[in-house]
């Protein structure tokens, strides 16, 4: 796959994460979907990182294209740590 097609797909990926995360609340495979979103973002940001041999500018376009879709995992993961650490409420 050429770069820059690989490039398109992984912001591609990045957008409709969000748009699911945003709409698709409602559906019982909510869950099911983000992941899947979510490993294919993973898997083609790695695949990214190795074409272009981990240079500061891939680096940094997979870093933001990564928190910008996996932005309910972020929140996700960031409950777990204030909900493990407890007692924030008298």
Not at 23 to 34: D, E, F, G, V
Not at 67 to 82: D, F, H, N, P, R
Request: charged share 5%.
């Amino acid at each position: 796959m050429p770069r820059h097609i690989a490039w398109c797909v992984f912001f591609l990926l990045a957008i409709l994460t969000s748009v699911a995360a945003a709409r698709l609340w409602m559906l019982p495979s909510y869950q099911l979907i983000l992941s899947a979103l979510a490993v294919a973002s993973f898997g083609l940001g790695a695949a990214l990182l190795n074409m272009h041999r981990f240079s500061w500018r891939a680096v940094l376009l997979v870093v933001s294209g990564l928190a910008l879709g996996q932005w309910w995992l972020l929140e996700t993961l960031l409950m777990l740590v204030v909900w493990s650490v407890g007692d924030f409420a008298p």
